[in-house]
Structures are given as structure tokens and as C-alpha cells.
């Protein structure tokens, strides 16, 4: 199993940044995924589910409305559009498969993203 | 919201046995997961559903959950435990999956 995100980068707040996490490994269309973020120096929130043919999504109460999860199981991979971010929004980002009981079984290494002026 | 409350250090000499808890209402009637992490890396699931471990975690990790706190076990400790581990439960509606604020562990 392999995860790897990209897309993160230095913006200024109010801007936008889509991620992506790209799947290997496993049969990505038959996982659920998450995107779970970690503030520096700060622990783990979770940010973003996705069932595993996108029908279902769900988000963290600091997110919703501004954040958007999507996937393309035709390409593996998991994406997560993030809108009009804050410097609360700096954080390193991963994606994570979902495990048994709502664990996460497996995790990318992560893509920074930086909110600010 | 549901909290998870862990105690933000925990220090023993190697050999010896490490406990590590994590605090939440009526937490032993939900699964919690305990995940690793080192400086600069992914964390890395070390216990999940209560006590089960993923293959390649050595048996000296081990967790239990009762109560109001769960609890992940590390015996004979060694210096490559050295890292910060995470509690996370599902709290049982599809809005919530919840970390607790990390421990870090100090090997003496």
C-alpha cells in the first residue's frame, strides 16, 4: 500500500489549493479515505471522509462549506479542495485509508500547506 | 464534541514498561486506535479496535480499553519507541473520528 499527496504550497489566506493523493497497491474504488491534517507542532484532526464510491462524504465542523473531497477511482486517487484557507488552515495534510471500526490503516506521508500574507 | 484527554508526557528507562491512557466518556464502549509517530514521519498504527495489533507491530505493544480510559501498554521499552502516540475512536455517527491531544514518550 502506497499513498504519496502533492499540491500543497505557500498561498495567501483566502485562496484556494486542491491536494491529491495518489493510491498503489491496493484496490483503491473498494476503501473508504480520509484526509486527516496536523497543525506544526500540534496534534491530529481529522478533516474529511469519502466512501469508497464517493457518494458519501462527511467533514470536520472547521471545514464545512469551504472544503470539498472528491476521488477518481478510474485514476486512484483522492483529492481535497480547499477553499478560502486561513492561517488556521496551515497544517500538513495526509490521506488515509480507512481501516476496521473507523481506524486509519494506512497513511500518506503528508504535503504542507501554508496560509499566509 | 467528544474529547479525548492523554497526558502530554510520559517518561521511562528502557526496559521497563510504559503506559500511555486516553480519557473519554464511556470510551470503553467505542473501538480506539493508537497510532505512532516519529519526527518527520506518517504516524503508524501500532493498536487498533481496543487491542488488536497490525502485523509487523511487536507484541510488546499492547492496548486495553474499559471504562472511562483506555490505555496502550509498551513493555520492555527501547530507545527506538521514542515518539509521540495518538488515540483516535469513531464516535459512532459519520461526522466524527477524534484524536486525542498525543503523548510523548521519552526513553530515559
Known amino acids: 500500500v502506497n499513498l504519496v499527496e502533492s499540491g500543497g504550497g505557500v498561498v495567501h489566506p483566502g485562496t484556494s489549493l486542491r491536494l491529491s493523493c495518489a493510491a498503489s497497491?491496493?484496490?483503491?474504488?473498494?476503501?473508504?479515505m480520509d484526509w486527516v491534517r496536523q497543525t506544526p507542532g500540534k496534534g491530529l484532526e481529522w478533516v474529511a471522509f469519502?466512501?469508497?464510491?464517493?457518494?458519501?462524504?462527511f467533514y470536520a465542523e472547521s471545514v464545512r462549506g469551504r472544503f470539498t473531497v472528491s476521488r477518481d477511482n478510474s485514476k486512484n486517487t483522492l483529492y481535497l479542495l480547499t477553499n478560502d484557507l486561513g492561517p488556521d488552515d496551515t497544517a500538513v495534510y495526509f490521506c488515509?485509508?480507512?481501516?476496521?471500526?473507523?481506524?486509519?490503516?494506512?497513511w500518506g506521508q503528508g504535503t504542507l500547506v501554508t496560509a499566509s500574507s | 464534541s467528544y474529547v479525548l484527554t492523554q497526558p502530554p508526557s510520559v517518561s521511562v528507562a528502557p526496559g521497563q514498561t510504559a503506559r500511555i491512557t486516553c480519557e473519554g466518556y464511556n470510551i470503553g464502549s467505542k473501538s480506539v486506535h493508537w497510532y505512532q509517530q516519529k519526527p518527520g514521519q506518517a504516524p503508524l498504527t501500532v493498536i487498533f479496535s481496543d487491542s488488536d495489533r497490525p502485523s509487523g507491530i511487536p507484541e510488546r505493544f499492547s492496548g486495553s480499553n474499559s471504562g472511562n480510559t483506555a490505555t496502550l501498554t509498551i513493555t520492555r521499552v527501547e530507545a527506538g519507541d521514542e515518539a509521540d502516540y495518538y488515540c483516535q475512536m469513531w464516535v459512532g455517527n459519520l461526522y466524527d473520528r477524534v484524536f486525542g491531544g498525543g503523548t510523548k514518550l521519552t526513553v530515559l
Open positions: 469519502i466512501s469508497f464510491d464517493g457518494t458519501n462524504k
Open positions: 488515509a485509508r480507512q481501516g476496521v471500526r473507523g481506524s486509519f490503516d494506512y
Open positions: 497497491g491496493f484496490t483503491f474504488g473498494t476503501y473508504e
